[in-house]
């Protein structure tokens, strides 16, 4: 089997990508423990099943996406806690920002994503993460927030279909053999016009439900039933790509509790004009970096946002882009 496809298909990493990167940084395997150790080269080489794996270098491996390393990073250079924070997370994909801030002590994750189905299972069976998915950040608002999260946690519903009320037909006393006796009471039988209807409603059920039209309702899921919804957040992360922050800040702000903080990761190729970023995204001239942190600084004034730093991002971003990381604070 392919390496980077043994190493996902064993829980070694979450991604082929991921696999990787692990492959890049080492990995080697061995069949029973007498055997040496052999090294990974490529990422096609072969690893037979049922061969023992060991990992040169742990750190791609500790969260489900690179964005993890992005964010622990830069957590700890900021000097910030999020132990019992409340958190959004605006561009979740993955979820490495989630995991990252999980794997701290966050009381709850609700990633926003424009997406769907990219959030690794692992997250996505966590209590304390809220996945919202097809919601563009650019468009949040805390009514459409709390209505997406509403939806995220609970389950369509069909119209059940009633069989208590089945009407008794016409002439019932004949399935008795035609017997009719003085005790006999043939008030219940159904008329003619009602067993009709009933065949009628019956048909148009069958209808909706070969059409998809059938009714359904909303109801919140068991697990969630006591689960509260609040829009204001103490951190919000972001990890956002084909879009410039300067769009998004505005839709943030309200969502963030007065005091709270903001920690977003800002890909300068996403907030250059199309002439200043070079082929395949990359930025090469360092002097357009202090245009847009000046940009983003602006941006963060205009929307009430007090910029507490501007920092590298200890990772490159994996088109070899340099990225960094803004923090800002809502006034209290």
Same mark, same amino acid.
């Given at each position: 089997?392919?390496?980077?496809?043994?190493?996902?298909?064993?829980?070694?990493? +979450?991604?082929?990508?991921?696999?990787?990167?692990?492959? !890049? +940084?080492?990995?080697?395997?061995?069949?029973?423990?007498?055997?040496?150790?052999? @090294?990974?080269?490529?990422?096609?080489?072969?690893?037979?099943?049922?061969?023992?794996?060991?990992?040169?270098?742990?750190?791609?491996?500790?969260?489900?996406?690179?964005?993890?390393? @992005?964010?622990?990073?830069?957590?700890?250079?900021?000097?910030?806690?999020?132990?019992?924070?409340?958190?959004?997370?605006?561009?979740?994909?993955?979820?490495?920002?989630?995991?990252?801030?999980?794997?701290?002590?966050?009381?709850?994750?609700?990633?926003?994503?424009?997406?769907?189905?990219?959030?690794?299972?692992?997250?996505?069976?966590? !209590?304390?993460?809220?996945?919202?998915?097809?919601?563009?950040?650019? !468009?949040?608002?805390?009514?459409?927030?709390?209505?997406?999260?509403?939806?995220?946690?609970?389950?369509?519903?069909?119209?059940?279909?009633?069989?208590?009320?089945?009407?008794?037909?016409?002439?019932?006393?004949?399935?008795?053999?035609?017997?009719?006796?003085?005790?006999?009471?043939? +008030?219940?039988?159904?008329?003619?016009?009602?067993?009709?209807?009933?065949?009628?409603?019956?048909?148009?059920?069958? @209808?909706?439900?070969?059409?998809?039209?059938?009714?359904?309702?909303?109801?919140?899921?068991?697990?969630?039933?006591?689960?509260?919804?609040?829009?204001?957040?103490?951190?919000?992360?972001?990890?956002?790509?084909?879009?410039?922050?300067?769009?998004?800040?505005?839709?943030?702000?309200?969502?963030?509790?007065?005091?709270?903080?903001?920690?977003?990761?800002?890909?300068?190729?996403?907030?250059?004009?199309?002439?200043?970023?070079?082929?395949?995204?990359?930025?090469?001239?360092?002097?357009?970096?202090?245009?847009?942190?000046?940009?983003?600084?602006?941006?963060?004034?205009?929307?009430?946002?007090?910029?507490?730093?501007?920092?590298?991002?200890?990772?490159?971003?994996?088109?070899?882009?340099?990225?960094?990381?803004?923090?800002?604070?809502?006034?209290?």
């Amino acid at each position: 089997m392919r390496a980077d496809t043994f190493l996902v298909e064993h829980g070694h990493a +979450s991604t082929r990508s991921q696999a990787q990167r692990l492959i !890049a +940084s080492g990995v080697e395997w061995r069949v029973g423990a007498p055997a040496p150790w052999k @090294k990974v080269i490529k990422n096609g080489d072969e690893i037979p099943s049922g061969a023992e794996v060991r990992l040169l270098d742990q750190a791609e491996a500790r969260f489900v996406s690179r964005g993890g390393l @992005k964010l622990e990073g830069a957590l700890r250079q900021l000097g910030l806690s999020v132990q019992g924070l409340r958190c959004l997370d605006v561009g979740q994909s993955t979820g490495g920002f989630t995991d990252c801030l999980l794997s701290q002590g966050a009381q709850q994750v609700v990633g926003v994503d424009v997406g769907h189905g990219q959030l690794h299972s692992q997250l996505r069976a966590d !209590a304390r993460v809220v996945c919202i998915e097809g919601l563009n950040a650019r !468009a949040l608002t805390p009514a459409l927030l709390a209505e997406a999260w509403e939806e995220a946690l609970s389950e369509l519903v069909e119209e059940e279909e009633d069989n208590d009320t089945l009407p008794e037909a016409p002439y019932a006393w004949m399935r008795n053999g035609g017997v009719v006796d003085d005790d006999y009471d043939d +008030s219940d039988d159904a008329k003619e016009h009602e067993i009709e209807d009933f065949k009628a409603q019956r048909a148009a059920r069958a @209808k909706a439900e070969a059409t998809g039209t059938l009714p359904r309702e909303r109801r919140r899921k068991p697990e969630f039933a006591d689960a509260r919804i609040d829009t204001v957040f103490d951190l919000v992360t972001g990890d956002l790509s084909f879009i410039s922050l300067t769009l998004v800040l505005p839709a943030l702000v309200p969502l963030v509790a007065p005091g709270g903080q903001l920690v977003l990761l800002v890909k300068p190729q996403f907030e250059l004009q199309p002439g200043q970023v070079g082929k395949g995204g990359l930025v090469k001239d360092e002097s357009l970096y202090a245009v847009v942190q000046e940009r983003l600084r602006s941006a963060c004034a205009e929307a009430g946002l007090q910029v507490q730093a501007w920092i590298d991002s200890p990772i490159a971003g994996g088109d070899g882009n340099r990225e960094f990381f803004i923090h800002a604070r809502r006034a209290a």
